[in-house]
């Protein structure tokens, strides 16, 4: 079973994503700001993150460059999930070392085939 | 030594010089040309000939007072970050290129000041020129052992190196048309001319101090025996410290103002920054250059004690007495270099003078608005040319027929006395803006006449033997005229009795005349530029104030004369892009005709351009008060154009809150609907509570926007208030009503016992707003454990406070003001979102800002939040 690991702060948006990925057998873990998911993915490496940027203390590009600094967590697939969708932001979240960036509001089925896509990559 | 070998010697010299600037000229964009060292060292062309044998000569005989000439310029050279920054930029900003057209220019393009500067600055500087020549010539002597002077002009290596000089200053000084162009070819060459006379003086002072003699201990020994070594070494009382001190005042007036310094510093400055070089670096040369000086003088006296030797002359005969011809050539090559660095400086930044301030405005004008521009530029050229060899051919005749047998330094500080009357114009016109024209004008005529009377006529008396009771009876034999003690002043030497009189008639008439009469409307324009640089630099062309009515067809055709088609036509394209102007635009505004004048300043210099434009454009008389107006009307616009720039900012920033804001309920709104439209099993359970959700998503939506809008309503005053009289405590109480309940879950308590009743005028509807507000924030953050929320008011003077006080943690210090900013969420949340929608406080503080009420936050004590706003209380 693979794991997602999702980090938001809208308790609405991780109640859906959190039905969605255990309906298509993930191993769902929630992380409600940057700290938290910091120290879940040290516990448990989760295959796959679905990154929100705007967040209360540690921000998603915080908790990306903390894992692209880290030689166990660099190789964890991440996708941004933000309603930040000015070209600029989503060139600065790829460079960064995002593998995908979708922006909110997004289709369920879509994200989903982003997620299934990126993980059978190798 | 033979005649020929020197001669070799300084052919190669040359040749070498040459070839550093046509490297440089050809590499002029390289980092070895551009840099703040060789600018320094370019400085150092204020070290000449004079420097080299004058000094030690001045030393040998009366001590430490050549001190005085370097002295001044330490003194006064850190202070340039600031007073040289401030004349760079005004030259540059308005492409000038010499000292007559920064005068001129202050004050109002006069062409007449512009050549009396010039006329001035030529009187001091030829003869200073002359000396050089003459150093030269003397020291070829010497050291060739030749004692009679070539007598026919032909035989004369002097006058075959004055006519290389020339050549040199005349084909470096030349290559662009516009002289506030750089020279880097000549300022490089300058530069490594610094760095050899330097090392090559340091050199003989070692070897005087230390092979000749054993250091400076024995040299001040043996020294310290000879006749009248103690009065050489003190300064002399209270009159040698006048003197002392206004010599020092004076070389500090002529290390700004001397032609060819204002040249390297002003002119020839690449960057402004390299200032913070200069100003530990040039005084630290001038320094060196003066640490052994005093040595080689006092060993000069030790060994030629009872011979009649030329002092100045010490330098080169000290290792020829020694038979060390190899050091006494090297002596006067370094000699010869500060010499020809000076003369070639000198002529062209007299010569720019000359074709600038004086010959093209007065004479050439017509002619050149006629012709065309490739004939207009060579003819520039040529007559820059002609300058320069007239210039070094003046003061070479000047050289043999007078007799200057008067040591180097004594007509150095001539020199210096003239230029210095300068000064009252020039700092008057930078820090002093009612300095008017006239006033420029008269000073310097006085002070220069006074010059002539107390220095220049009895010199001359005294040079050329002339018998006459002059000097020591005064003029008609009137005693308080004399020209030495004028008005019976006994106090000083000759030079600087001069200096202090000329001086002192220059500031006193400069001043009177400023005050007693404004100068024109173009005066005064430019003189608040230049006064007020920083403030009107920023404004560039828009700075000056202009009425009148002109064609750019016309102004075109002028500048295409002087620049050429192309050059022309990129100028313009630059000047329309840079103000966004419309190319087929007929009529020139100010703008144009300021940016005009200025491309043609550096070809013709200021007073020519502003005549040549003023042909083709009909001006007006604007007054003062309307300048004044126009210029900060200017600035104004400026400052609001930023303004605007800085607010379409915020706007922007604001509609890209807004729009993330907006999107992020809506994400979970499509999300639970297309789970819930996709999938037919699911629970009902989870059903109700996605729908729920989506429901409350909605409804934060319409929130959002609502308070938007209500945001904007207030801010742009769009919205009435429904002012009434109403008691302060019922609205309280209303705006409480709806939290009792929340109170008794939470187990806060609500304290209302500092409430007093006052009848303010207010729309009690917004107020409540702003209450309840202040207290779903105040609920939100109060202490989990025994919460407590106080509602309290406080009459005092003519207005009410009511706060709002929680006992939770309190406001980090750095978010008391950013708290009322639109969307700002603080950072000590809990991890559950704030059902608010970060505009709230944004709200409540237009809300009360509209009712002419202050809102701010601060933290109590022991801890908690509290957060007041004030409403006046006899508003209506």
Known sequence: ?122 | MSSFLVIAVILVYLAVIFYVAYWAEKNSKSRWVNNPYIYTLSLAVYCTAWTYYGSVGLAATSGLKFLTIYLGPIIIIPTWVILMRKIIRISKGNKISTLADFISLRYGNDRFLGALVTLICVLAIVPYISLQLKAISETFNVITNHHISAISILDDTTFYIAILLAIFAAFFGTQHTDASERHKGIITAIALESVIKLVFFLVIGFYVTFYLFNGPTDIYNQASVLPNFKTQQTIDGLNGGFNWFLLSLLSMIAIVLLPRQFQVTVIENEREKYLKKVIWLFPLYLLLFNVFVIFIAWGGNIIFQNQQVDADLFTLLLPLNNNNEFLALLVFLGGFSAAISMVVISSLALATMLSNNLIIPYGFLKRFSKSESEENTESIKNIRRISIFLLIIIAYFFYKSFTLDRPLVSIGLISFVVIAQLAPAFFGGLFWRRGSSKAAKYGIITGFLITVYTLLIPLIIDSQSIVTSFVDEGLFGINILKPYELFGLQLFEPVTHAFFWSLLFNVIIYSLVSVNKLGSYRERNFAEMFVDSTKYAALQEGAYVWKGEAYVRDIRKVLTRFLGENRTERALNLFYMKYDIDKKTQVADARLVNFSEKLLTGSIGSASARILIASVVKEEEISLTEVLNILDETQKAKESNKELKERDKQKDEFLDTVAHELKTPITSIRALSEILLADDEIDNTTKKKFLTSIVNESERVSRLINNILDLEKLATGKEKLDLNENSIKNTILKSIDPFRQLAVNKGIKINLNEINDVEVVYDEDRIQQVIVNLLSNAFKFSNEENGEVKISTYVNQNKVEISVEDNGKGIENDELLAIFNKFYQSKNQTLLKPIGSGLGLAISKQIIESHNGKIWAENSIPHGARLTFTLPLNTK
Not at chain 1, 38 to 58: A, Q, S, T, Y
Not at chain 1, 87 to 111: C, H, M, R
């Open chain 1, 1 to 122: 079973m693979k794991k997602i690991l999702i980090v938001d702060d809208e308790p609405n948006i991780v109640m859906s994503l959190e039905y969605i990925f255990k309906k298509e057998d993930f191993e769902v873990f929630i992380a409600r700001d940057g700290a938290e998911a910091i120290e879940i993915v040290e516990n448990n490496i989760p295959d796959i993150i679905l990154l929100d940027i705007m967040m209360p203390n540690v921000d998603g590009y915080q908790v990306l460059n903390y894992l692209k600094n880290s030689e166990t967590l660099n190789k964890i697939k991440v996708i941004f999930l933000s309603a930040k969708n000015k070209a600029t932001d989503i060139e600065l979240g790829l460079q960064l070392g995002a593998d995908k960036y979708i922006s909110k509001p997004f289709a369920v089925k879509n994200l989903v085939k982003e997620v299934k896509e990126l993980l059978n990559k190798k």
